[in-house]
């Protein structure tokens, strides 16, 4: 990974390390070139323009970040999804437009009339009892809601503790079941993932639940004559899985990670989008042999391949020099809390306490533990800004 950011973008790493050795940005802190995520996201809005798809975007990797969410609605993208019932509160409160909710996490019961509130222009259903909750507090508030329904086979895939949906064999009469509602409208299918990655062949692929969604949606027309409006398909929204799911008769994408260039397909291929974000931390102390790092934001989505993993940070006390001392590196597993990583500099190699430490991975920032989120602009002309340092609860803060 981290040759990816020494070749793609090295100057967002000297000005990482400049910021950091200056006090002007924190440790446990990714710093994102805002500049370039207005570039990303101006490619992929008028990549979906073109393509004539919705889109609805994903905020969780970003940590529904102010800066950068406003900068991405600049760059011409309206609506929002909303991962789980907080990041639609998040969302909310940031006067931006929920249009998503449901999916992939449903909302809570005791919850759905906060959420219907909001307005969301779809709503994902996993089971014919949860539409009853939503009519329910459809009715208490007199509104009627639009909902997509989560639609699945059963050699479909799914990411460990993301199961559940409606088996496509039940579909339909789950559909005639939830039409008995008034207040609620069928208006679409949706799945996780539609779109995986192969990193043999370098490509974005249909999974099989992309096919299961659209055999779902032909259903629904022919045999119970609903107007589908949606074919929602996210999984890694980017350009070119855009061209990939429309091709098969999609309707709605996600992105997300590809608004800061983090989407596999950019990091390893050659789709639209370039790395816009680096972890930086620092040298605390050595434990024998070993130098230990401040942790509290590594988390490294997709660490199951060897590919996507943590072995290597750049580590110095000289923006003009980091880049060439790459030091072996190990970070904890999801299970165990980050209070440090671990560097394994050899003999010749200077660590010392205070260094910093630039790390690139693929983050959800949202999981993490207590990292900051600051955005740079001037990183491509060699006089980075700081325009914003959030906390993890996205207080402002300033140094």
Known sequence: MLDVIKEQNPNLVMAATELHRKGSIPSDCYVVDLDLVESNAREIYECAKRLGLRTYVMT???????????TIIKSGFESFVAV???????????????????????????????????EPEIWTVHHKDHASFISQAATELNVKQDIILKVIDKDDMAYPA????????D???TADFISGFDNLNIVGVTGF????????????????????????????????????????????SSCETMELIASYGATDAEPGSALWGMAMQQIYGNDVGT???????????????????LGGGFYADGAGHEMMSINKAFVGDRSDTILNNEVDAEAPIPQWMDYYAW?????????????????????????????????ITGVSNGNPVVQSIYDRSNNLIHL
């Not at 019932?85 to 998040?90: Q, R």
């Not at 909710?101 to 009339?113: A, D, E, T």
């Not at 995986?196 to 022919?222: C, Q, V």
């Not at 790395?275 to 790092?293: L, N």
Request: charged share 20%.
């Open 84 to 118: 789980d019932m907080e990041c639609a509160y998040v969302l909310y409160e940031q006067n931006c437009k929920v249009g998503h909710v449901g999916h992939l996490s449903q909302i809570p019961r005791n919850r759905m009339k906060e959420a219907l509130k909001m």
């Open 171 to 173: 579909v339909l009469q």
């Open 343 to 375: 560097l394994y500099p050899t003999a010749k190699q200077k660590v010392k306490p205070g260094d910093t430490a630039v790390y690139f991975f693929r983050p959800q920032v949202f999981m993490t533990r207590s990292a900051h989120i600051a955005t």
């Open 275 to 293: 790395p816009a974000q680096v972890y930086v931390t620092e040298v605390s102390h050595w434990s024998g042999d070993t130098a230990q790092v």
């Open 60 to 70: 969780k990797q970003i940590n529904r970040n102010p800066s950068m969410i406003e």
């Open 162 to 169: 993301q199961e559940g949906g409606i088996l496509i064999d």
């Open 193 to 236: 993932p539609c779109a995986l990655y192969d990193f043999e062949k370098h490509t974005m692929n249909a999974s099989p639940n992309l096919h299961t969604i659209i055999k779902a949606a032909e259903l629904l027309d022919s045999k119970l004559g609903l107007d589908v409006k949606h074919i929602n398909a996210p999984g890694s």
